[in-house]
């Protein structure tokens, strides 16, 4: 990271400021807040992502209109110009805004003369983006400093993500998937009766309101630009729960082009070992012990599969309760699986340099 970068922009300061923070939404104000400090802007979002997908989850956002929000959504999809699934970094829409569906239609009429973006990527997951809306043209050191800021952003945030898996302090509602119904704008026009449980759990609101998370929206945008051909990328994505657990929200087609169902149920327990593995940089190794742990293997049997000797598994294992802060198996698979509570969570390690 750049020498010239403020001590609070820098990769220790970003890293601590995730481990102290209250949550991921609490985290991503701070970092803001920080920004400010370089760099002047009007509004921005600052959204959260699957890291295998790309689809967003979970947007920190202050635009003119929040009323436009699903329609900012679908246009920011279907806008190939500066994605982040295809950005290198940062970059700023300078002289091509005009490319952009979103400015076009959103952004110009509300006074936005810049966009500066930046993808908060590390190695092949990408964990999040951030866009930062202003009423003046983005200069070339305001840039650079986003470039700067931006690895250390995205490891940071991965820690952040580690510290999403905990225990559920309840089962998932007992209905069975929920389906929200939503047409090609994405105006919700249906949804089955039990899913108001479910939109509760990653959207929490009192009960006598029925909240429509900011994933649904994502994912059915997601499938509206693959249909398109602006991204291939599977419209799904997977997010903590205000409980703990982990949820898998996907977007499909009615056939012929009647709407879009997105499917609100369980991430599979494949899927949480997964971003697990991912949220706290195991090496492949470390993932495979900590999958056979999970399938119930002793040091022997995983030795055996996976033709190691025993002394490698162990130095494995201790490697992957260093990077995810426990002291015993049985506390690496509360936190990998959440089958049983085991306190606060703790830290992320760093990522491991790619083969």
């Known amino acids: 990271m750049s020498s010239d970068l403020p001590w609070l922009l820098t990769l220790d300061a970003l890293e601590e400021a995730a481990r102290g923070a209250a949550d991921s939404r609490h985290f991503r104000a701070e ?15 600052f959204a959260l992502t699957d890291p295998v997908t790309g689809v967003g989850i ?9 009323r436009e ?15 982040w699934t295809t950005l290198d970094v940062a970059a700023s829409l300078g002289d091509r805004a005009a490319q952009s569906a979103l400015w076009r239609e959103i952004q110009e009429p509300a006074g936005v003369v810049d966009v500066a973006s930046v993808v908060l990527r590390e190695h092949a997951n990408c964990w999040g983006f951030v866009d930062l809306w202003s009423r003046r043209a983005f200069r070339s050191d305001e840039m650079a400093t986003l470039r700067a800021v931006a690895p250390g952003l995205a490891q940071a945030v991965r820690i952040i993500r580690g510290q999403s898996f905990q225990h559920p302090a309840a089962p998932p509602p007992a209905s069975g998937p929920s389906v ?27 009960d006598q309101l029925t909240p429509i998370p900011a994933a649904v929206y994502n994912v059915a945008a997601q499938l509206l630009a693959r249909e398109a051909g602006v991204d291939g990328s599977e419209p799904l994505a997977r997010m903590p729960a205000s409980d703990g657990s982990w949820v898998r929200v996907s977007a499909a087609r ?7 169902v997105v499917t609100i149920e369980p991430a599979t327990m494949e899927e949480r070992l997964d971003l697990f593995a991912r949220a706290f940089a195991l090496s492949v190794r470390e993932r495979d012990v900590v999958l056979e742990l999970s399938r119930g293997a002793a040091t022997a049997e995983i030795s055996t599969r996976l033709f190691v000797s025993p002394y490698t598994v162990q130095d494995h294992l201790k490697s992957v309760f260093e990077k995810t802060g426990v002291r015993s198996r049985r506390s690496l698979l509360a936190r990998a699986t959440g089958a049983h ?15």
């Not at 929000?69 to 190939?80: D, P």
Request: a positive charge; aromatic letters at 4%; proline letters at 12%.
């Open 180 to 206: 929200v119904l939503v047409d090609d704008s994405l105006s919700v026009v249906g949804q089955t009766a039990d899913a108001a449980p479910w939109l509760r759990l990653l959207l929490p609101t009192p």
């Open 254 to 260: 009615v056939e012929p082009a009647q709407g879009i």
């Open 31 to 45: 970092v803001l807040r920080r920004l400010r400090t370089v760099m002047d802007f009007d509004w921005h979002v």
């Open 58 to 66: 979970d947007p920190l956002a202050r635009i003119p209109d929040a």
């Open 69 to 83: 929000a699903a329609r900012a959504i679908r246009l920011k999809y279907l806008t190939s110009t500066n994605r």
């Open 341 to 355: 509570s085991q306190g606060p969570p703790q830290r992320a390690g760093p990522a491991p340099t790619p083969s």
